[in-house]
């Protein structure tokens, strides 16, 4: 089997919110001189991004300050986060904010027509601005319309990516799979922007989208580029069981209370001064250390949970800005927010860790390849996001990404493209082979349903030396089981297992990383707790994880922090 040749200028890889805002940002640069051609493995208005609900941060009003939200993003990273990038980032946010009114996005306004902005959790002032419920879709629909109208750039829906090919140490091009034919295409390209989101669905209880896979995370790895602080892994606090719906933390921030089985608002012995709306991890310690200690209620399927009232929100608000909170809870749950408090669970929401970039301009140890959004670690968000802040960050990292794979192709113009790697068609084989093989012992549903199940139990959000051992052999032990993979429809055109089983071999890659990051991680910071280790140890651990690829499993080194402004403190809220 061959692939088609597609010759391009810049790929970029993933269409959510990073992945349209850096295609649109090098379209306007290069003035229609070079094309860009944006892979998806959904149609474009079907990527993650489209969910978000709460909104996004920026510096926009009278009474706060970019020093402000930059205070607030370090501290809420559990001073992880490399404060260079994050002043940076405070800095250009409120011009997507603008620049995005400017293309179109209908933000949420007051009678006098002020942006309205509200509260999220660990942020000191309301900065969060939003489109109603559908911030994400709006965002999206707004970037799409911009890029449809752009000089040069191709969207190629329902390619499914497999491997990010090199030549002498530079970006040669991206192996695709179309998948209404089984085709495999090769866009063969001077840059690429990798914009492929999180790893949500390695977790079985998530708030993610199926198709948050860390694909673009698992080919950037095995093409020799290393992973950075993937040990921290985000649960949302309040979401619907057993779907993992989210219950917007801009519902605490308009009042929403927590409470447990004795009606206690059970936030003040953990977090007296904020509350409810303490960072995400603490909160969500804090609902399992409750349920633990016998505080829990009795949730759907008998799961134990915590008890979210948002009647202080007020009926005005739950009947407009929070329609389909309210809608999600009576379809889902069977009871009406506006009466009664609901039950509510932490799921699996954000990676912190991604591809290591450098600086603000995001290139990565390969040539010619760049990330943006989710899938990158600028070092924004450190060991812990604050809510709210990765939607203008993939703004923000979109549009450095878009200008620095400008500079770089344009750099090298007048040079000729490398010829093809000669092994394409080794790499058109071996992605082919997951398909091939009609017989095997192990489906990619049993294998993901295993591996969903190892994660969730042991490497969750309370972790252990044991436990993360453990869970390294079961995860090998799926590896090897994966060698036998095989799928059962034998189609070509629209064969969703075949996609499934590469998912899955990229999640088992990821699982290694994430959890081998963890075992060295002897500390608690952040999202990432260690019962047998439960403080922060800067003396030791005030550094990032690289884990870079090797045939036996990820090497786990370190690079260190960048301190510019605030020096380490306990975080209190
Ligand atoms: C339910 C929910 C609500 C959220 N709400 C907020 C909020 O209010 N505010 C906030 O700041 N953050 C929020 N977040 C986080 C935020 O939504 C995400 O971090 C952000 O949308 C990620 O955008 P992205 O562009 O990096 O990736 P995505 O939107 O996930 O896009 C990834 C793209 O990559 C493509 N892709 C992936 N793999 C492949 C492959 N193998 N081949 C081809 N294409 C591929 C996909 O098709 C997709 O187009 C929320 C997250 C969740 C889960």
Known sequence: MKAEVVNTDLVVLGSGLAGLRAAIEFDKLSRG?????????VQVMRSHSVAPEGGAAAVMREGDSFEQHAYDTVKGS?????????QQFVMDAPGEIIQLEHWGMPWARDQEGNLLARSFGAHEVPRTYFAYDRTGFFLMKTLYDRALKGDNIRFYHEFFATAILANEGRFNGLLTMERATGNFVYFKAKALIVATGGVGRIYKYVTYSHTVTGDGLAMAYRAGIPLKDMEFIQWLPTTMIPYGIPATEALRGHGALLLNSDGERFMKKYAP??????ARDIVTRAIFTEISEGKGVEGPRGVKAVLLDTRPVGEERLKSIYKTFRENSIQFLGKDP?????P???AAHYSMGGIHVMGTELSTTLKGVFAAGEVANVSLHGANRLGSNSLPACLVTGKWAGKSAFNYVMALDGELMDKPVEDIDKYVESSFNVVKKERGAVTPYEIRNKLQDVMEEKVGVFRNERDLMEAIKTIRDLKEASRDMY???RAFEYNLEWVHAHEVLNLLDLAEVIATSAL??????GAHFRQDFPSRDDGNFLKHSLASYTRDGPLVSYVPVTVTKWKPTERVY
């Open 33 to 41: 001189k070079y094309e860009v051609a944006v892979i998806s493995k």
């Open 78 to 86: 559990d001073f992880l986060a490399d404060q260079d990038a994050v």
């Open 273 to 278: 001064r904020k509350m409810e709306l303490a």
């Open 338 to 342: 506006l009466e009664e408090p609901i």
């Open 344 to 346: 509510v669970l932490p």
């Open 487 to 489: 799928v059962r429809d």
């Open 520 to 525: 060295y991680r002897k500390e608690s910071r």
